[in-house]
């Protein structure tokens, strides 16, 4: 009889909140820009026949929450007028306001413009961007944006790219409890500062966002908890008879397990790994390690009712040895199943 272990693997992925950071209030960009005009102008004699202009130009953002941010820009475009034989100068100017979508780093915004090119109009428009953070404080982004002309009719099309520099103060944990010492005639006088922490966090009610976290949970320095994204993990015994791909009854509890955590965890997917020593043949290991991990695969499926699409099985053979001698203990680590899982939780984290 050999038996083989299953080990539900998964890497630990912990990114605990940073207790400091840059507390973000204004940005202040710098880019270049491409605008085509619309087809039509190029055709008209008072549009001077403009083409399409490059730029560059400076924008202020205020940002006033971890969704929305105010902008405020200014450009300066050099156009192609005349069927390109010529060039002229414009300005824009114009507000907008931004929508960042949670942690991608994509955003919409719309707004309104002031253009003084061929001739000054009032344009709306809308557009996407993308942000890239190379830092705390400095990131590139770029637009796509579209101008519609609400004076005359028109639509104008523009892409930029620029540099944006952050300004704002570092995060730091706030002090609970400060003393000052003082000598008076060789008499040490002590002055504790009394400061109210209802929630009893480590962070005053004066700069608490969160009033009601529990005291045995770690806070950043606004009062709101630090969660850590752990792995989880899992490990399993399966045996089978000797030279079959049989489960053994009396292990089918192991596989249980395993089939209990996958339905609390609907979102993970299983690659189920067979494996096996060098004793015998290279294609016969190959054949009866896929058996075994089909095997596993499909008790899964109809006797615990785990969608087949999150599974899946493939044999190695003996191409993935895990210990290279020749005894029969060396033989029985590589005789082995392995299923690897990610998933990961998101949990609090406790003080120590």
Known sequence: ??????????????????AEGID?????????????????????????????GRGLGIDLQKIINEQWNARIELAKTR????????????????????????DTGIYAFAGVKRFNNAQ????????????????????????????????????DQGFKIGLKYAFGD?????????????????IPVVAKVIIVDTDNDGISDKQDNCKNTPANVKVDSTGCPLFLEKAV????????????????TEKMNDIQRLADFMKQYSNTSVVIEGHS?????????????????????????????????????KGFGETQLISQGNTPADHDANRRVLAKIEATVKKMMIKS
């Not at 204004?26 to 605008?35: D, N, P, R």
């Not at 005009?37 to 008209?44: F, G, I, Q």
């Not at 100017?93 to 949670?102: M, R, T, V, W």
């Not at 570092?170 to 060789?186: D, I, L, N």
Request: avoid cysteine.
């Open 1 to 18: 009889m050999k038996t083989f272990n299953i080990t539900l693997l998964a890497a630990l992925i912990s990114s605990p909140l940073a």
């Open 24 to 52: 973000k209030t204004w940005e202040l960009g710098v880019f270049g820009e491409y605008i085509k005009s619309a087809t039509a102008k190029e055709d008209m004699i008072d549009w001077q026949q403009i083409e399409a």
């Open 79 to 102: 156009y192609d007028i005349n069927n390109g034989n010529d060039t002229d100068y414009g300005t824009r100017f114009g507000l907008d306001a931004i929508y960042k979508i949670e």
């Open 120 to 155: 000054s109009y009032n344009a709306v428009n809308i557009g996407a961007g993308y942000n890239y953070d190379l830092n705390e404080r400095i990131s590139l982004y770029s637009e796509a944006v579209i101008y519609r002309d609400v004076d005359n009719g028109y639509t």
């Open 170 to 186: 570092v995060k730091k944990s706030p002090v609970v409890k400060q003393a000052v010492y003082q000598e008076v005639t060789a």
């Open 233 to 248: 993990d899992i490990n399993l015994n399966v045996a089978f008879e000797t030279n079959s791909a049989q489960i053994k």
């Open 277 to 313: 020593s060098a004793v015998g043949s290279a294609k016969y290991n190959l054949i009866l390690s896929q058996k075994r991990a089909d095997a596993v695969k499909s008790l899964l499926i109809n006797k615990f009712n785990i969608e087949s699409n999150r599974l899946s099985a």
